[in-house]
C-alpha cells in the first residue's frame, strides 16, 4: 500500500499541477472536519475477506454523518444531505486475489454521498508492478488536475 501511496503522491505534486494541497491523512485519525475542509478525496484500502479494511470502515462509521450522510428508519444508507455531495473521489485497493468485494462496500458508502466518481478504481492483485505504479501516479495526477 505503501508504494501505490508514493506513486498517488508523486502524480498529484505532478510539476505542470499548481495550487493543489495534498494532505494524508490516516483513515484512523480522520475526523469530519478534515474530511469537510477537503475538496476531493483519494481513498485507499487492502481487501481483506472480501471487504474494505477494518480501518476504512471505521473512518465512513465515525463520519458519516457529519460529512453528509443519513440513514433511513431501518439503519440503512439513506443518502446524502449535500454537504459534500459531487465532490470528487478515487480509489485505489490492494488484494492477494480479490478485489471485488472491497471496491463493492466503499463504491456503496461514497454512493450514499453522492461524491463524484473521478477516475477509475484502480485494483492491484499480488504484487505491485511497475504498470501499477503507474496506474497509481496517474490516479494521483488526475484527481488533482480536476481540482485545479
Known amino acids: 500500500?505503501?508504494?501505490?501511496?508514493?506513486?498517488?503522491?508523486?502524480?498529484?505534486?505532478?510539476?505542470?499541477?499548481?495550487?493543489?494541497?495534498?494532505?494524508?491523512?490516516?483513515?484512523?485519525?480522520?475526523?469530519?472536519?478534515?474530511?469537510?475542509?477537503?475538496?476531493?478525496?483519494?481513498?485507499?484500502?487492502?481487501?481483506?475477506?472480501?471487504?474494505?479494511?477494518?480501518?476504512?470502515?471505521?473512518?465512513?462509521?465515525?463520519?458519516?454523518?457529519?460529512?453528509?450522510?443519513?440513514?433511513?428508519?431501518?439503519?440503512?444508507a439513506a443518502g446524502s444531505s449535500g454537504v459534500t455531495a459531487g465532490r470528487p473521489f478515487g480509489l485505489y485497493v490492494h488484494g492477494r486475489y480479490d478485489t471485488t468485494g472491497a471496491v463493492r462496500s466503499v463504491l456503496g458508502i461514497v454512493g450514499a454521498l453522492r461524491w463524484r466518481q473521478s477516475a477509475d478504481v484502480l485494483e492491484v492483485l499480488g504484487a505491485v508492478t511497475q504498470n501499477d505504479l503507474d496506474a497509481a501516479y496517474n490516479l494521483g495526477a488526475t484527481l488533482a488536475a480536476g481540482l485545479t
Open 1 to 76: 500500500m505503501q508504494v501505490l501511496l508514493d506513486a498517488l503522491l508523486e502524480g498529484a505534486h505532478d510539476p505542470v499541477l499548481e495550487g493543489i494541497e495534498v494532505v494524508v491523512q490516516p483513515a484512523l485519525s480522520t475526523s469530519g472536519e478534515d474530511v469537510l475542509s477537503a475538496a476531493g478525496y483519494i481513498l485507499g484500502t487492502t481487501a481483506n475477506f472480501g471487504y474494505m479494511s477494518g480501518a476504512l470502515k471505521h473512518f465512513f462509521d465515525s463520519t458519516f454523518m457529519a460529512i453528509g450522510g443519513s440513514l433511513s428508519d431501518d439503519g440503512s
